[in-house]
């Protein structure tokens, strides 16, 4: 038999209760027998060591290590300390078909309040929490969940929020300073605010950083880049309050940077010395990839402009002298491809995906202004929506 804390964490008003599921279901209802320990409320000796349960019960998946928690006071004890917490509708079960906002969302609250109640925060190694498609959470009942997940330790944290509302959450960036964040090595945010990210403090861990429509400043965004010497990746998507993206250069191990549409954005200025992969999709801006003699791979997206090839041919040369592989995407081109300027002296691998054009002035033979400047050029390959034609080229 567990204590009484122990046996709390499972029982209400007699009825044994299943850490992922936390609605009061029976072992049974969990996919456990009915004639198990459970029912009967009584467990074998378990003779392996502690430490060998908290190793064996860490490798299951989630919802296995919850239903072992159910059956196993020892189990129990150790769903306490489980490292890795991956919650969503999917991982905790949760039926979608026919169910209202409201209903899937109370639900999800439900499931998640019980199994962070039930989780003491230590030992969680990684964090996972998508809440889509539920809405409106409560931001006093996120940070709750937030202050329990991020405790010493921790190595991945993962938080995106699907929200209705144009009001979005704002994340605690206090959580991340001092022993706290310091462990962390993978941080992923979406759907909420980053106001006070000056309060971070040195992520010395910190290899990857994934930002999706968070509202920072490219002044916040940068203070916080300059006290996380370890980053090696960086992914923005739809972050549109940044106009003017700097990338320090005391990120010395930074070899990959995606920006994606992100509206707002004017300028991208990075003096990563040793960046090697770069990925932009938006409007055409200013960039500056500082010293851009490793940057070897490119992907621009550029659709519904006019003129992305035409910007392409007589900026990247320039932008990334050094270039081996380079992928474009356009669409509603309406600009012929002019001469180069420079050259792509070490291009390798050229692939232009262009999706119908509107003008039918057009000139796709005006494509050889690439090849023209591609000297070393092993690979092309050109692909086309299938309605279009190429009557203007002989």
């Excluded at 991956?86 to 199994?115: A, C, M, P, Q």
């Excluded at 003491?120 to 937030?146: A, H, I």
């Excluded at 909420?192 to 971070?200: I, T």
Aim: with cysteine.
């Amino acid at each position: 038999m567990g204590t009484p804390e122990q046996m709390e964490a499972l029982s209400i008003q007699g009825q044994t209760q299943d850490p992922i599921t936390g609605d009061g279901s029976t072992c049974s209802a969990a996919q456990i027998k009915a004639d198990s320990n459970c029912a009967k409320g009584t467990e074998p000796p378990v003779q392996l060591p502690e430490d060998i349960l908290h190793r064996i019960h860490a490798l299951m998946p989630m919802r296995d290590a919850a239903q072992a928690a159910c059956v196993s006071h020892a189990f129990l004890r150790s769903w306490r300390y489980y490292p890795c917490l991956i919650l969503s509708v999917d991982s905790l079960g949760i039926n979608e078909s026919g169910s209202k906002y409201d209903e899937l969302t109370r639900d999800f609250v439900s499931r998640v309040d019980h199994i962070m109640q039930n989780h003491s925060g230590m030992g969680v190694k990684e964090f996972r929490l998508q809440n889509y498609p539920c809405s409106t959470m409560d931001p006093g009942t996120v940070d709750r969940w937030v202050q329990v997940a991020i405790t010493p330790g921790i190595k991945e944290f993962e938080l995106s929020l699907f929200e209705l509302s144009d009001i979005k959450y704002s994340f605690p960036c206090s959580l991340l300073s001092g022993e706290r964040g310091s462990s962390i090595q993978s941080l992923a945010l979406s759907g909420c605010s980053l106001r006070s990210l000056a309060q971070a403090g040195f992520m010395s861990s910190l290899t990857n950083l994934d930002l999706h429509s968070v509202d920072v400043t490219g002044e916040e965004l940068f203070r916080f880049l300059s006290n996380s010497y370890a980053l090696e990746k960086i992914s923005l998507g739809n972050c549109s309050n940044i106009i003017c993206l700097k990338i320090p250069c005391q990120l010395q191990k930074l070899n990959f940077l995606g920006v994606l549409d992100c509206h707002m954005l004017e300028m991208i200025d990075s003096n990563a010395p040793n960046l090697s992969t770069f990925s932009c999709s938006g409007l055409q801006i200013h960039i500056s990839l500082g010293h851009a003699s490793l940057v070897r791979k490119i992907r621009f997206h550029c659709d519904y402009l006019s003129n992305a090839l035409h910007y392409a041919v007589t900026k990247l040369p320039l932008i990334a002298p050094n270039l081996q592989i380079l992928y474009l995407s356009t669409s509603d081109e309406t600009m012929n491809i002019p001469t180069a300027i420079g050259k792509f002296l070490q291009l390798k691998y050229l692939e232009i995906i262009l999706h119908a054009p509107n003008s039918q002035d057009f000139d796709f033979c005006s494509l050889i202004s690439f090849l023209d400047a591609s000297p070393a050029l092993e690979t092309f390959i050109f692909r086309v929506s299938l309605h279009l034609s190429l009557k203007n080229c002989p």
